[in-house]
């Protein structure tokens, strides 16, 4: 099959580095919130990518569920295939892909888990279904079939019908901590705009602009 002809046009004006905040987190919150005004499906999904000791890179897409000016936090199983590649390889990259308006931010990082209290109250948090879900699935572990998952989760939910549903020991929040954060402007004739903040050692971001 013949890809070739098959071109986007950028039509979005272009971006200065003066249209930047000096803040990547009040950036991306900009940007964010642009996403979210645009109704966009899932504005939240992002690309996480990690490598273990085979060195051989995976990647999946994930919720950011809340950010601050230490990072961004998502939720996972600790038993997962992701969880043990982080726990061999503390590093990550992020990208989220907002294309309707023509943008995507790429993130650079060091990983680690948040503290069991705040697991605990975003678990508290959510819906009771998402709550049991946590328990049914041991995830990236083969299973013979949909219908014992399906199984398995009628009996949970039986077991704590009425019932506060106990907080499971191996479930809980990642934040990614950046060390670079790229935003990318889709411009016209492929000339697009890029700005990479990079982390100083006093704890400061520098801002420069890339090439497309």
């Not at 003066?18 to 966009?40: G, H, M, V, Y």
């Not at 490598?51 to 950010?67: E, H, N």
């Amino acid at each position: 099959m013949d890809l070739a002809n098959i071109r986007g046009k950028y039509t979005t004006k272009d971006f200065d580095i003066k249209d930047l905040d000096k803040s990547p987190f009040k950036q991306f919150e900009t940007w964010f919130n642009d996403a979210i005004n645009e109704n966009l499906l899932e504005p939240n999904a992002f690309s996480l990518a990690t490598v273990g000791y085979d060195m051989l890179p995976s990647c999946r897409t994930v919720l950011l569920k809340y950010f601050d000016n230490e990072g961004f936090v998502f939720f996972t199983n600790y038993e997962s295939k992701k969880a043990k590649q982080i726990e061999e390889n503390p590093k990550a990259a992020a990208l989220f892909t907002w294309l309707a308006l023509e943008r995507q931010i790429k993130i650079e990082a060091r990983i680690e888990k948040i503290s069991k209290a705040e697991s605990l109250k975003y678990f508290l948090s959510r819906p009771k279904g998402s709550q049991l879900g946590a328990w049914v699935s041991r995830q990236s572990e083969t299973i013979s079939s949909r219908a014992l998952l399906e199984q398995k989760f009628d009996e949970m939910k039986r077991k704590f019908l009425n019932k506060e549903i106990p907080f499971p020991s191996f479930w809980g929040g990642y934040i990614l901590k950046p060390i670079k954060i790229e935003f990318w402007q889709g411009g016209e004739d492929r000339l697009h705009d890029r700005f990479l903040y990079e982390l100083e050692e006093d704890n400061s971001w520098s801002i420069k602009r890339l090439a497309p």
